[in-house]
């Protein structure tokens, strides 16, 4: 199984990592070359207006959402949710916008409003998962055909899946739980 994360920018290595541990080629991807042949595709946490930028110019949003059309699995985290995303309340760039997603950047604050907290995610099993949360966005809305797969305590969409693309707001390539990863390949790999 061959995985590719964009690494325009952002928390691309610790992807990689995790990818690794969990023994599957993991390649970095910054150029139009590197999207072919992969069995699925993470974009990471980091400063979605950067990834737009650099995507736009590297001519990877075009392609990217065609091979999401075309039933690719993509992952994407924090930042990498709101590029997935339909609609974005103040993005001043392009996303690729597959998911029919409605997400607020920054929608807990500033860069200290930063937390950790469990998340119940019943996908991943009983075990709480911990949820890192920097500068994150939220999930304000979401079409039929997406399942909301954690929630806060408070009620907010936090992560979610549609077909075959997922996405949430924390960052689970920061932790040492590899379950969410694991639910990706099992994606990719058609056992979800
Ligand atoms: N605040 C960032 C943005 O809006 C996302 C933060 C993250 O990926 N950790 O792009």
Known sequence: MRIGVLASQGA?????????????????????????????LIIPGGESTSISR???AYNLVTEIRELAKN????FGTCAGMILLANKISDLDAEPIGVMDITVRRNAFGR????????????????????GIFIRAP???QAGSEVE???RLANGT?????????????????????????Q???DIVSGRQ
């Open 183 to 185: 639910y990706f390949l």
């Open 12 to 40: 691309f290595a610790e992807h990689i990592a995790i990818l690794r541990q969990l023994e599957v080629e993991a390649l970095p991807v910054r150029l139009l070359q590197g999207l072919r042949g992969l069995d699925g």
């Open 54 to 56: 650099l995507m736009l």
């Open 111 to 130: 860069q200290t409003d930063s937390f950790e907290t469990e998340l119940k995610i019943p996908v991943l099993g009983e075990k709480p998962f911990p």
């Open 148 to 150: 909301i797969l954690a």
């Open 138 to 140: 939220l999930i304000e």
């Open 157 to 181: 969409d936090v992560a979610a899946k549609q077909g075959k693309l997922l996405a949430c707001a924390f960052h689970p390539e920061l932790t040492n739980d590899l379950r969410f990863h």
């Open 71 to 74: 039933g690719l699995p993509i």
